[in-house]
């Protein structure tokens, strides 16, 4: 892992340094909505967390359907699981519902190779870092229990919830992975679509894979 890391950073340096040697050709903002989720060992029954990402990006021209593209934004990601139990006997009835939402605060840095398909189509690829900023662990249990208590039903509303900050000493920053899309333009905008896949642990602890995922639909705006 931390030789990928070492790699990822070599990359992204090398780029900065060449691209700023070549002087910006485009700048803007971007922003969008994230959908995100996790993989890894004994996920399952995970569910996509809406987030959003706002920041700005310059790009550099490299020869005529090709640039670099540096972006620096704020970023929502994490995931929800919930999970679901009823029973029932002529002793006690329960439903209940317990859900966890992970909320994770990131400033993300891509650093991607744009190609230029055409006028209007770009597609584009490359390394990212993240670095952790904020988060916290929301869970929270619903649902009603019944039970005979020998006169008769007796019946219990549920209604409980925690929060958990998730320290910065705990998680992995800066993390790393990679991002692939494709983005169309029309005039000075561009709408968008990108995957991401974490390539390093959330937490720092190395038990086991717990990595980012993430579907973005991103909107650009060229300053002229």
Known sequence: MKKVLALCIFIVGISFSSVF????????????????????DDVQDNKIKLGYAVGGFWSFKVGSKFSIRPEIYYTSKGFILETKENESNAVYDFDITATGTLSLNYIEVPVLGVFSINRNLNVFAGPYLDYYLSGEMERKIEGNIKYNDGSGWVTENVDRSETEELKSEDMTSPGYGLTAGAEYLFGQFSIGARYSLGLSNIPKEEEGKFNHTNIQVMVAFYLP
């Open 21 to 40: 040697a070549q002087g910006v050709s485009t700048k803007g903002f971007i922003g969008g909505l994230n959908m995100s989720n996790v993989s890894g």
